[in-house]
């Protein structure tokens, strides 16, 4: 069953309209918007040359689950968090999905440090709160850093004559904010991060107009199920389901198995149509409500950001963020609710937060509910049982064959 915990409720802060990566949010919309309705009018939907098998052991083996841990989760940089989420200086974020517990901490300059969360004392976990502070003390025997990790104090000092204790710094892990998200790499001292280039310029780019630097969390909650990372991350990556699993929920606001598709090396963008589409799809563009047309914008391996809006006009960032869990069949979830800068002029925190527990409930109750099912059917399923893909699921054939050429570069 579902394990579900409220972790942190965020507030608002105000910002303006009308800069130029607003301008390119909306023309990068309405060019989805184009093709949406274009596959609305002709009931189609963008799709893969073919379908395609994958084998079981893809969502049950647990020696390749123990590469994917190791190689897309910390050895390539993954998603720690977005700048709204520790916005001022002595803000620290904790990050603990990927295995080493990682702090995230602002300092006075306003960059943003990661260091693995562990005093160098004798290893406590060294932050465990979220919140502004000048400095960081360890509860157990209270050596403190300052924000740049750097040991500052060491209560009893004569004790630990001929300690160097400029070898007792926090010790960092490679971190990197570009325009909202904060990527770390989950390895001591490993190598910097890039991250247009781990990104590419052309999604890059998309990711950029979002302005995800503005956007403030107003709710995050995490789910735990017992289903493999990706049988838990395939649910975010097609429409085909929506009137059939959820017929009263998504299925009542969006259409269901059309979308269009666009690849960014192993990313990628999508767009589902929602109902209200249909109201104006016969009309002129020019009479096109000024808003956000939606979008899902898929952070290889893990990540789905969907910039969509709240029934009656409002628009919200809704991120998920999957990783595996302690064993094959165990994942983790985060979501969060964020209100996008160009919607900070508006005080309310609800219309937010009940968005947020809408779509909470629904993966929860509805989407992971399949995956919990399908994952024990996997593990019993003949040998010779593949689960098939079909061409109309183009973003999970893609995720599928990218996961593969990734563990096998990394075996050779
Ligand atoms: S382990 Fe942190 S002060 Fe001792
Ligand atoms: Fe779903």
Redesign the pocket.
């Known amino acids: 069953m579902s394990e579900e915990a409220v972790i942190t409720a965020g507030c608002g802060q105000h910002a303006g309209e009308g800069s130029e990566w607003t301008v390119l949010r909306r023309e990068s919309h309405n060019n989805l918007r184009r093709r949406t309705i274009a596959h609305i009018k002709g009931r189609t939907t963008d799709l893969a040359e073919a379908p395609m098998t994958v084998s079981t052991a893809v969502y049950t083996d647990p020696v390749r689950f123990e590469e994917e841990k190791r190689v897309l989760f910390r050895e390539r940089p993954v998603l720690a968090a977005l700048t709204g989420d520790l916005p001022e200086p002595g803000d620290t974020f904790l990050f603990d999905e990927v295995g080493p517990p990682i702090l995230l901490v602002r300092n006075k300059a306003g960059k943003v440090n990661a260091f693995l969360n562990m005093?160098?004392?004798?290893?406590?976990k060294?932050v465990t709160e979220c919140k502004r502070r000048n400095r960081m003390?360890?509860?157990?025997?209270?050596?403190t850093f300052d924000l740049d990790g750097k040991a500052v104090g060491?209560?009893g000092a004569e004790g630990f004559k001929g300690i160097d204790m400029a070898q007792r710094n926090l010790i960092p892990v490679p971190v990197a904010e570009w325009h909202g998200l904060i990527f770390v790499r989950a390895v001591p001292n490993g190598e910097p991060i890039d991250v247009e280039a781990h990104l590419g310029q052309a999604f890059a780019r998309e990711l950029a107009h979002l302005e995800l630097e503005k956007a403030r969390p107003m709710k995050t909650t995490r789910i735990d199920v017992n289903s493999n990372w990706k049988y838990a991350l395939d649910t975010y990556g097609e429409g085909y389901h929506f009137a059939t699993l959820h017929p009263s929920t998504i299925g009542a606001l969006a259409l269901s198995n059309i979308m269009t598709y666009d690849n960014y090396g192993p990313s990628h963008r999508m767009a589902m149509p929602r109902a209200e589409f249909m109201d104006y799809a016969d009309k002129p563009e020019s009479e096109w409500p000024d808003t956000n047309y939606g979008g899902l914008y898929y952070i290889f391996p893990n990540v789905v950001i969907n910039c969509n809006n709240i029934p009656g006009g409002k628009q919200f960032y809704g991120m998920s963020r999957l990783f595996p869990g302690e064993t094959v069949d165990q994942a983790t979830t985060l979501i969060t609710t964020y209100k996008p800068g160009h919607m900070q002029h508006i005080p309310e925190t609800e219309p937010w937060t009940e968005m947020h527990d809408f779509i909470h409930k629904v993966v929860s109750t509805e989407d992971y509910s399949v995956s919990r099912d399908g994952q024990r059917n996997m593990s019993y399923a003949p040998a010779d049982f593949k689960p098939v893909l079909g061409a109309n699921e183009i973003a999970l054939q893609n995720i599928h064959r990218n996961i593969e050429a990734m563990l096998d570069a990394a075996r050779k």
């Open positions: 005093c160098t004392h004798r290893a406590a060294l003390s360890c509860k157990f025997h209270g050596w060491v209560p």
